[in-house]
């Protein structure tokens, strides 16, 4: 069972545009969502990351919503560019101390034209 | 903020012989790093978890014999693909648990086996 996951799939947007991200999960325990982006060849980056006492985040382009009552979350991109052209990941975990083991989403590319 | 350094970054090793990589906390102590694998285009499968002191925890379906971990340090953990096959070859990643419970991910290590 797929516990964390990502739609769609693949991402094409054109410089400007607002793509935005879709993620769901299945334990109503996970109380930590974080989004990272990787590059190819490149380890995951932290980009945002939530918790389940509010329902959006900010952080310069990057705009975490959350509904918990859905058990969803999505990334917003404004304004995106090209070098946004990555791989996001969504993940959840149990913030319960060091062992924060995330469970991944599969990923999504996301293209940005020019 | 936190950096986590991985070595090497690309390995290519002949069938049959052992590869070690090394994960460093640059600047944080980590008791906790995770390892994690990655397929072309797929999401990262966390390996294990490596506990400073102890024994590294392993999920279901990896070969704890086969993929050795050592966490010797508070900065170093590292992982050794003993008697490796091109069934091995992946990008293997680490990541370590700085404060407030974020997880910095390396740059990845790029394993072939011939």
């Known amino acids: 069972q797929q516990q964390v996951k990502q739609s769609p799939q693949s991402l094409i947007v054109q410089k400007g545009g607002i793509p935005i991200i879709n993620c769901a999960y299945e334990?109503?325990?996970?109380?930590?969502f974080p989004w990272y982006q990787q590059f190819p060849g490149k380890g995951p980056a932290l980009l945002i990351a939530?918790?389940?006492?509010?329902s959006e985040k900010k952080e310069g382009r990057f705009t975490i919503s959350f509904n918990k009552s859905a058990k969803q979350f999505s990334l917003h991109i404004m304004d995106s560019q090209p070098g946004d052209s990555a791989t996001y990941f969504c993940?959840?975990?149990?913030?319960?101390?060091?062992?924060?083991?995330?469970?991944f989403g599969k990923g999504i590319t996301l293209s940005v034209r020019p | 903020g936190a950096v986590v350094s991985q070595h090497p970054s690309r390995v290519i090793c002949k069938s049959g012989t052992s590869v070690k990589i090394e994960c460093r906390s640059l600047?944080?102590?980590?008791?906790?790093m995770f390892w994690y694998r990655q397929f072309p285009k797929q999401s990262l499968m966390l390996m294990a978890t490596s506990n400073e002191g102890s024994k590294a925890t392993y999920e279901q379906g990896v070969e704890k014999d086969k993929f050795l971990i050592n966490h010797a340090s508070l900065t170093l953990s590292t992982l050794t693909v003993t008697s490796a096959h091109p069934e091995d070859s992946s990008f293997y990643i680490c990541?370590?648990?700085?404060?407030?419970?974020?997880?910095?991910f390396g740059a990845g290590s790029r394993l072939t086996v011939l």
């Open positions: 600047d944080f102590q980590a008791t906790t």
């Open positions: 939530i918790r389940p006492d509010v």
């Open positions: 334990n109503t325990a996970f109380d930590y």
């Open positions: 993940a959840a975990s149990f913030y319960t101390g060091a062992n924060s083991k995330l469970t």
């Open positions: 990541s370590g648990v700085s404060g407030a419970n974020v997880l910095t």
